[in-house]
């Protein structure tokens, strides 16, 4: 497949994370053509264990539908190493008894034809013997054993994934991509 070049671009929005240019091309048959690209900074996506092999999941307020549930996610700024700011931003929202972040992927996203997204997906580990995780209400630990089944159950029937939560899209992404690796089918 040929990458094709724009002609020109237009920025149509700009913000911290992301910005959207409209990119012109001309068709095989010279005809003009137009599509908007959102291009966002890197960012990471983290399975998080904890001693008992369960999950770390993030109870999340959005302002233009309903609440829902997501594995812990954040962005790259540049000339940051991914680990690095992953682990801190993990030690911020999980707690301070994250021991380890690797990486398990490094792709594009495919959720969406019209971002450039790159998505690290990464697995952390949590001692739980060194942390009270009761403490923080906004965080889900489910038993790691039982999330793909859930999985499967709210996927097929179209039920929320958790407590009347559903769970985003990168999330599923990113526990599929867990389950090839490192679980196997």
């Not at 019209?114 to 038993?143: A, G, P």
């Not at 996927?155 to 999330?171: A, E, H, I, N, R």
Request: aromatic letters at 10%.
């Amino acid at each position: 497949m040929t990458k094709r070049l724009p002609s020109r671009t237009k920025l149509l929005l700009k913000s911290d994370d992301f910005h959207v240019q409209r990119n012109y091309y001309s068709t095989s048959n010279g005809q003009p053509n137009a599509n908007d690209l959102v291009c966002c900074l890197p960012s990471f996506i983290s399975i998080v264990l904890n001693n008992k092999s369960e999950i770390a999941f993030l109870k999340q307020a959005h302002p233009t539908t309903d609440d829902f549930l997501c594995l812990p996610k954040g962005y790259i700024r540049e000339g940051k190493g991914v680990l690095d700011v992953a682990t801190s931003e993990l030690k911020k929202v999980i707690g301070n008894s994250i021991t380890s972040v690797e990486r398990l992927s490094f792709a594009p996203n495919f959720l969406s034809s019209i971002s450039n997204e790159k998505l690290e997906i990464l697995l952390s580990f949590f001692d739980s013997s060194k942390s009270d995780e009761s403490t923080n209400k906004n965080i889900v630990w489910l038993s790691s054993n039982e999330v793909f089944s859930i999985l499967h159950r709210s996927q097929k029937t179209g039920t929320p994934f958790y407590k009347g939560l559903f769970l985003d899209g990168q999330s599923v992404y990113a526990l599929l991509i867990y389950k090839l690796l490192r679980k196997g089918l």
